[in-house]
């Protein structure tokens, strides 16, 4: 099992964490944010966090409850803007996000996962130079519950065929916007619900060379659609199982549900992809935890993965 972190991002750090609490710093702004899974103390104390934070956010009775999600608030401590930017940087794979307070707590980018867009990267890059030495069009990736697209850029970083779906309209024009600021472009907007665009892709025969993954516990497809991952996930892996190349392919899956293990999401892909029937030497198959590491080298667990390479 691989246990993955950022590496040297200089527009990012966990400072703290503790108490149910993360003090992170984002660009030149530091944030409090509720954590359910840091269960020790803090190292620093509260007047020092306070000194340090521009804002902190603070959870309401019904946060987290379906329906009830956005029972929070952000308390402004320093002066600092509503919206602004920062890059991610790693040899070639540059881009660029812009940030801003949601009522969900969140801030529209997810910083453990800097593993798998690295991971996005160097495998689209790979097979695009394969395609383009053969003659064959760019990769066709698909990125699904795709978000404010991070994982969508570092795969246009590489030359991908990129298409981003997500089921609200706002959060793909969010991700228009980093588009923008990163200097990319072409990337294919879909506003749909996944299962069901997965079983049309499936239907036509068309085929992604990598698909991306990162499904919430539960959501709504723009029509009234209702996703629950405990009760859909195993039937959308066998549909993405359906439209995943056979060859010079990649899937990365990512689960944040509290629960939900490593090992149970490399058992999900083996058993939607049937790899127990076949030979090991023809795929490549790791799963393992992402985490980021405070400055008191406490490591906070954020979510587990399963990547796919054939």
């Known amino acids: 099992m691989l246990l993955e972190s950022p590496q040297k991002w200089s527009d990012y750090e966990l400072i703290d964490s503790g108490d149910f609490e993360k003090l992170e710093r984002f660009g030149n702004y530091c944030l409090i944010r509720p954590e359910p899974k840091a269960l020790w103390e803090k190292r620093l104390s509260e007047k020092e966090w306070l000194a ?16 009830k999600e956005d029972s929070g608030t952000w308390h402004q401590l320093k002066k600092m803007p509503d919206q602004w930017v920062i890059g991610y940087k790693k040899g070639q794979l540059d881009f660029n996000m812009r940030l801003g307070l949601t009522a969900f707590k969140h801030v529209g980018i997810f910083p453990e996962q800097a593993p798998n867009w690295d991971y996005i990267y160097e495998n689209t890059f790979k097979i695009s130079a394969e395609n383009g030495k053969n003659g064959f069009a760019r990769p066709k990736i698909l990125n699904l519950f795709a978000y404010t697209g991070a994982a969508s850029l570092a795969a246009k970083c590489a030359d991908g065929d990129v298409t981003h779906l ?4 706002q959060v793909v024009s969010w991700a228009r916007t980093n588009m923008e600021l990163s200097k990319q472009d072409n990337i294919r907007w879909v506003i749909e619900d996944a299962l069901k665009f997965v079983k049309r892709e499936a239907r ?19 029509d009234g659609e209702k996703w629950k991952l405990d009760e859909l996930l195993f039937e959308m892996m066998q549909e993405v199982a359906q439209i995943l190349a056979p060859k010079d392919s990649y899937l990365v899956l990512n689960l944040y549900s509290n629960g939900y293990s490593a090992l149970l999401s490399e058992t999900i892909v083996k058993s939607a992809f049937h790899l127990m029937d076949k030979k090991r030497e023809s795929y490549e198959l ?13 490591a906070l667990p954020l979510s587990v993965f399963t990547r796919l390479k054939r």
């Open 52 to 67: 340090m934070a521009h804002t902190k956010f603070t959870t309401g009775a019904g946060f987290g409850k379906s329906g």
């Open 204 to 222: 036509r025969g068309n085929l992604y060379q990598g698909i991306i993954m990162d499904p919430p516990a539960y959501g709504h497809g723009p």
């Open 166 to 169: 997500d089921s609200v309209k």
């Open 286 to 298: 790791t799963y393992g935890e992402l985490y980021l590491t405070d400055k008191f080298e406490k």
